[in-house]
């Protein structure tokens, strides 16, 4: 049993830990934090944890006397507190993009602020960096877009198949966090679709740092969004170097996927004739991949697709957890999917 | 440890049912029934439940040597085997509305056909009928429509508070089924309300029949179609029959259903000032009631939300099982609702 | 041909206004003012009229050297720049609610603000007022749940039928306006039933002025917010003090409802079986009103369906321009809704 | 003014040929078929057109004495009845697929049967084969995604930029028509994205043959299912064959843009900056494009919206009978979108 704090716990990704971890037999929750909502009862912000007596406090990281915390602070804020919790002696799962990229010049770049606190963090993506995170102290949770982008073409890029990756990703509106604004407005994005940032979303540099760490790939990232609360699916477009037929094309795409994760208890490739859907991932922490069909001009499309608050933000923090602590890797986020 | 059998398990109730009885400890699914998909993965008709080897067998009856069978088969279905499986010795928890009058004549009239089969059944909403649950071979699983509006008014009707009941509930589409229609085509109930059966949805008579056991209170009922996957959402306006004024009469109710539900883990009277609403219980056992003001027409309004796939269906299921079989009440159901 | 103005040119009403006048042949747009948009061409707030030349002015209310002004401003605001625009000669339809209430005291207290420039108006609803909109300088146009309310009602009072009525409204969230807030925030709302101000919303008092004028009635209020872009559903449920049996009585209810409404073109009583739905009207300027169902409680059951941004606000305003000015009634607002 | 008549009325596009035809003052509608609605009121199946009288009538071809008529008609059942129509010497405008492919092999390959009645049509988007339309007595109107698609890239292939296009549609379930099926069930596709026929789309030929006119680009096509009631969101893909630097490339490609399509009323070139979304042309017979981005790897991205019933179907149709008859093109259908 270890003790285990949230850091910014009135958000979407604090909601989820703290509905995720009630299942969960190793921990305990200590502390969640939140400056808003100081001494209010979770379930003044969180109206479906009725129940519980766990009440937000308004806690400086020094005095979070925790075995590991989680920080689901925005990106800028991470890099203030993680340094003094890391120095308590504790673990820390950082959900924002603060400690996801090797190079601080390019996280200076796309996040637009020097970074006060470098650290050597692992790249919480357990389907690469298992070994890595097990011995880490920090982990940086990946981002929502790039957790379903990677999964989908990580197989192509560590057998060079392909040379340009277009990564068309349709997500739903709970990703942009808890804080009304007129994109997230109702009237605004119901039965509509919203194509944005089309060649500037942060996301992209952080796909492209993973995938071109096995081949020179080069990834083209563009976000929409759609009138879904959970999930993201991801489209990938991409032209095979070298191709001989559709069928057989396909026939050795499915294989190096299947082989790729035939030890992933979280990423299911899915059979021939089906293809991924956010319903069938909603509220859970599995990743669905399919597609795989390659079409007369060469082109290969793969479909993923995951719950952006599970598998793309909390479900990952708690895996992260589970390994870094040594407990059995899908507790707590072995739920299926809700569906209908 | 039980062997469970699931008869019609290819719907949303037997969807359900899977996905909660795999957190059971004590429970072993044995057979899932389906006609339609006779020797198919459920994963085929069920893509959220992937890495599962669980098939859909097209048995009959007689076959299922389980412990205990969920019948989640269409009115009038059930009553052809129901029978059968009683006399093998197992209990039987029914989801249709076969068993759930007491009056024959009130099924024949509502359902529009000749019951084939009566049997002495417990109707199972364990917060009335929980000791009696406790001894039943038959289980007659409530309503969806019913189990929200019970539970809204069981203490105006205990109280005799009131003399007519005007439940006003807006469903969630899931409620209809997996089966397409027009009425359920996406074009057709997207960004639309549609009421229906305004006043011969045979729902009604459910309702009447429980609350109506405890007083002579009669019930008004009409359902609303709303767009929404998941939820039911009843409206109760009544009239008091004294009424001081708003505030005392409200403190007055309050207390009542406090009373009445301290002791139900999954009934919820939430705070003063809370009101339930659907994503609070989605995917969740629980019920929340709210509300209890009183206008100054001495109009009383109380609020109640479930999943009506849940604590409406499968859940309840569940819940009856727990208590049939001994099991800790909460056991596979007791998880938080998913919101957003 | 006339020249009009639009005060409050960037929300709901505004945009509606717009897109309905294009069709006016008697019109001309001369000003659309907005403090916050000044100088901005109008197809940067409201993307959907693209090729028009208008551009946002922060006008004040003597520039306005119209013949009519449509006021779509804040409750509050109005009553601020309404003397003014009267003052010129102006005509003026406001579409708050600050010039509603035939008791100044009833608006203080539910507005809770002193007006401080009450005006002899006219509450511009045509089915009632007609004449007196036609010789009238300021219009007060009702508000969106008041308008499917009154219409759904207006007999029933008038015929002395029932002593209360429930009104149990449904409305899209449109309604709440262009301004982000947590309630009308996507994650909250999508997929989601939210009753709120169960007692106390202010349009339970303007119901009540207007279904009070013919008789004692008294009218209790609630609305719930659905996931709905645009429209009102309105259930009215209400006991008859003489009742005889069912189907007599409903079709004594349904002739005394063609008879009301039988030369208004924007009420249509749908034929006995119809039930209205919000996207039978979506986008238009007419109101659905069927039901009429008796249960053996003697429960009436009535429905109301309208667009809230038009036969609720911008195309009622637009049908009380035309009454004020001598114009045919349908102009620029006769078109059939958009279904699907 | 001609009379028209509509073969097929009771569908999403007949339904919209008469809501937009309502305001047309150059035709009048003879007759609407339908063989399943025989002698109803076309209230009956269209319940937003309230107060007409025209009724559907099971007529055949030779009975329609109309000059001009639109087959809305499902694929395969044209081909039956369009050689009588045209022999009677009415126009015709096709809105099945029959009639759209210069190589009959390309149809009879992708729609998988015989065409009986290959006939010398114009492909129906006026922007590109106007003066054609004048002259033709068969126009075949396009298909939906081609529609979108065809407009957001023909710049590209008529200027030779690009060697293959990858085109994400999204587009919203309306297209599938008014049948239900498992696909288009309200519980299944909301909150969804359902990607589909990922390389096997009928549309995939049809889009290629438009743009393969001009150069030998070659076309790979995908589409998605949103859950959205009206509009098709194009996302087109395509790394240029040359390129200089995104802010030149994007300059120019812009600039392309503006010019092909200067004279075209019904196409929008939007402002840099703004990127079309499906709530600004809903209801619509606009199409909305923009984006032009250029990222680092040379990769263009260009975003169209259009209404899949009106520019996408019915509006078109219209577009194409006001360049057949000599009526102003814009006529009946010049409204602005539908936002909110």
């Known amino acids: 049993m270890i ?3 949230i850091v910014g716990g009135s958000g979407y990704a604090g909601g989820e830990l703290i509905r995720l971890l009630q299942k969960h037999p190793n921990i ?15 379930n003044k912000v969180h109206p479906h944890i009725q129940g519980s007596d766990l009440i937000f406090e308004d806690l400086s990281p020094n005095k979070l006397d925790s075995d590991l915390v989680f920080t689901a602070t925005p990106h800028g804020a991470s890099m203030n507190i993680v340094p003094e919790i890391l120095g308590s002696g504790a673990k820390v799962i950082d959900l924002s993009g603060d400690y996801r990229f090797r190079d601080i010049n390019t996280y200076e770049k796309w996040y637009g ?5 470098p650290f050597d963090s692992v790249y ?6 298992r070994e890595e995170i097990k011995k880490s ?11 379903g982008a990677i999964l989908a073409n990580l197989p192509l890029s560590k057998e060079k198949l392909v040379e340009n990756i277009v990564v068309d990703s349709k997500t739903g509106v709970s990703g942009g966090g808890v804080n009304p604004s007129p994109i997230f407005h109702y009237s605004n994005c119901a039965d509509n679709v919203v194509p944005y940032k089309l060649i500037s979303h942060r996301h992209g540099p952080e796909i492209q740092q993973e995938l ?4 020179d790939v080069k990834v083209s990232f563009t976000p929409h969004l759609v009138p879904v609360i959970r ?6 477009h991409s032209f095979l170097k070298e191709y001989d037929n559709p069928e057989d094309d396909k026939e050795n795409i499915r294989k190096i996927y299947e082989n790729q994760y035939k030890d992933e208890f979280f990423v299911k490739i899915l ?4 293809i991924p859907t956010l319903n069938s991932v909603r509220g859970s922490n599995f990743a669905h991949i399919g597609g795989f069909e390659v079409d007369e001009n060469g082109r290969l499309i793969v479909i993923s697709a995951i719950d952006n608050l599970v598998k793309g933000a909390s479900g990952q923090a708690i895996h992260n957890m589970n390994i870094m602590c040594g407990f059995k890797e899908e507790t707590a986020i072995d739920g299926y999917g809700m569906k209908p």
Chains 1, 2, 3, 4 share one sequence.
């Not at 919480?124 to 960096?129: K, S």
């Not at 102290?137 to 957790?147: E, H, I, K, S, Y």
């Open 28 to 42: 305990e929750i200590k502390n969640i934090t939140s400056r808003q909502y100081d001494k209010t009862l979770i």
């Open 231 to 236: 999930g993201i699916l991801t489209t990938s």
């Open 3 to 5: 003790e285990i704090s």
């Open 137 to 147: 102290q920090l982990v940086a949770n990946p981002g929502c877009f790039p957790t």
């Open 113 to 117: 602020m020097t970074h006060t606190s």
């Open 124 to 129: 919480g993506l357990p389907e690469i960096y």
């Open 271 to 274: 059979d021939d004739g089906e």
């Open 212 to 215: 071109g760490a096995f081949s």
